[in-house]
């Protein structure tokens, strides 16, 4: 079984990649160069809520990740969500980022739904989580939430099979 761990941060910095790197760092997951994935969760895996990752990993190494992620550069809230639905076979992640919390859950939730319509798999559970942040708009400010997918590779090889 495989684990994919759901990581969330917040980070304020003077410029909108180092409001990224703060937030990543707020979720543990700043020192690997994260590869973005779609929305699959594969059927032998399990989703994990865990708020900030442990360990995953030599720094600089790969890491897989789907990830929702909000920067502002102005007064606000800034918001990333994340949804995950499962059952016994495959599963679906979809993220969605904006404003609005509120907005954010529900395009997750919209999301979801559609993804399931289009697949002739079972789900039996459906989650979502929404990281939100106030900027005072000194700087920037940035959400994240990811779902990592196991523990890092090294970038020098090719990804598992």
């Given at each position: 079984m495989h684990t994919i761990r759901i990581v969330r941060g917040v980070g304020d910095a003077p410029t909108?990649?180092?409001?990224?790197?703060?937030?990543?760092?707020?979720?543990?997951?700043?020192?690997?160069?994260?590869?973005?994935?779609?929305?699959?969760i594969p059927a032998d895996a399990t989703v994990e809520d865990v708020d900030t990752a442990?360990?995953?990993?030599?720094?600089?190494?790969?890491?897989?990740?789907?990830?929702?992620?909000?920067?502002?550069?102005?007064?606000?809230?800034?918001?990333?969500?994340?949804?995950?639905?499962?059952?016994p076979g495959p599963g679906l992640f979809y993220e969605a980022s904006g404003e609005d919390p509120d907005a954010v859950r529900r395009s997750v939730e919209v999301g979801l739904a559609a993804g399931r319509d289009l697949r002739e798999w079972e789900f039996d559970e459906r989650e979502v989580t929404v990281t939100t942040a106030e900027a005072d708009g000194?700087?920037?400010?940035?959400?994240?939430?990811?779902?990592?997918?196991?523990?890092?590779?090294?970038?020098?090889?090719?990804?598992?099979?």
């Open positions: 909108k990649m180092a409001s990224y790197d703060a937030a990543l760092a707020d979720a543990n997951v700043h020192n690997y160069n994260l590869v973005p994935v779609s929305s699959v442990p360990n995953l990993g030599p720094a600089g190494n790969r890491l897989t990740v789907v990830e929702a992620r909000s920067t502002t550069g102005g007064v606000g809230t800034v918001s990333a969500g994340l949804g995950w639905t499962t059952g000194e700087g920037y400010t940035t959400a994240v939430t990811l779902a990592v997918y196991g523990e890092s590779d090294s970038i020098f090889r090719s990804p598992r099979k």
